[in-house]
């Protein structure tokens, strides 16, 4: 089956109207060409019983009062007097025409030239406007937020058209994105305080011993469910926050928040039989602290939760130079644990999915909501299956002097 090419082969749309436009004026001027010299020809041939009569007749004049004499009727013009008059009138219709044909056809390379400038400066002045769309659609979607629009100015033509209704699908997606998180906000905000009621409903009975003993089982699990629907709340705040709030920078260094992340899971850890290590090399960013601190939790834990007892999970900061002497701040986590498939990589950053084979205590929504935290501070989150099992996971955010 053949493939499309790749649109990085294909010529600018600026180039092919150029492309276009000038290989319609060739053509239409190659044509005029040839019209213009076969005209031409037939013209000449047309009168060329004129010019050879004047040729034989203007030998006969000797004087300004001599007439020549006619000739007899039924007699023609001698073959000796035509025959040189003949040969020297098409001699010049082909010096005539040979000359025509290449000034034409040098005026027509030069105009052809110049047609092609001056399409390459319309469709170039044409399409900057579509320019504009092209790179405000790019900056939008890289964004964070859906506030920008493009509010085109200029004539009302095609390309304005386009703008207005680019703006107002950005507005409806705009509306609908932020109904959707306030509401998700707002409902976990309120589940917030049952869930409180009913923890402490449970804890009292079981601290003053009132509880009988085969009960007991049952309020330890229905507390276990509290715990996991606050975490799973605590996850959807978080969650609504990053994809909504405007982000208020402030200096942060990212090993603080690996440090942070090793101490509030080193209990679980030891749990789980897992042996976390901290790699906290400097890694200063701008950005919300208490979400850059939830993104470096949210990868270990997951890395934690979703390993095997005896396994390892690696915590790094650090900074990276690329090619073009930009700084990178960056996070990753290194862990053990089960096979993953690289077709199961995308899912495992969509909310409530753990993977086929993932199997833990977390809510599914870790990953989520990392990958909406490197959103909204402009960065970068990638996760690759490591040989033998377990995932490497990694986020590079801009980083500050």
């Known amino acids: 089956m053949s493939r499309r090419p790749a649109a990085r082969h294909r010529l600018p749309l600026r180039a092919r109207l150029t492309l276009v436009t000038t290989a319609v004026f060739a053509v239409l001027g190659t044509a005029l060409l040839l019209l213009n010299w076969l005209s031409s020809r037939q013209l000449i041939e047309r009168n060329r019983h004129l010019v050879l009569d004047a040729s034989v007749l203007e030998p006969a004049v000797t004087g300004p009062l001599s007439t020549p004499e006619p000739l007899p009727p039924g007699a023609s013009m001698p073959a000796m007097a035509t025959t040189p008059a003949a040969e020297a009138f098409a001699d010049f219709q082909d010096r005539v025409l040979s000359e025509l044909l290449l000034r034409s056809s040098l005026l027509l390379a030069a105009l052809t030239a110049l047609a092609a400038l001056l399409a390459w400066w319309a469709a170039r002045r044409s399409l900057h406007r579509l320019s504009q769309v092209t790179a405000a659609a790019r900056r939008i979607g890289a964004g964070s937020t859906l506030e920008e629009r493009l509010a085109l100015a200029g004539p009302h033509d095609e390309v304005r058209e386009l703008g207005d209704t680019f703006d107002a699908m950005l507005d409806r997606l705009d509306r609908s994105f932020t109904a959707q998180r306030h509401f998700t906000a707002h409902a976990s905000h309120e589940l917030r305080t049952p869930l409180t009621v009913q923890r402490t409903a449970l804890e009292i009975p079981l601290a003053r011993g009132r509880v009988p003993e085969e009960l007991k089982p049952a309020l330890h699990r229905a507390l276990e469910a509290n715990a996991r629907t606050e975490q799973l709340i605590g996850a959807l705040l978080t969650l609504a926050r990053a994809e909504g709030e405007e982000l208020v920078a402030q200096p942060f260094d990212l090993a603080d928040a690996a440090v942070g992340a090793g101490d509030d899971l080193a209990e679980e850890a030891r749990t789980a039989g ?56 960056f996070v990753e986590v290194v862990n053990s644990g089960p096979v993953v498939e690289p077709a199961e990589v995308p899912a495992l950053f969509e909310p409530f999915r753990r993977g086929a084979r993932r199997r833990g205590k977390g809510s599914g929504l870790g990953l989520a909501v990392v990958r909406a935290i490197t959103a909204q501070h402009h960065g970068e989150v990638t996760a690759t299956p490591r040989t033998g099992g377990g995932l490497t996971v990694r986020v590079e955010l801009p980083a500050v002097g």
């Open 274 to 329: 897992v042996r976390i290590t901290v790699r906290a090399g400097s890694a200063p960013v701008a950005g919300d602290p208490a979400l850059l601190r939830q993104t470096a939790l949210n990868l270990l834990a997951n890395a934690v939760r979703h390993n095997h007892a005896g396994g390892t999970a690696v915590i790094t900061t650090g900074t990276i130079t690329t090619g073009t002497a930009r700084a990178t701040a």
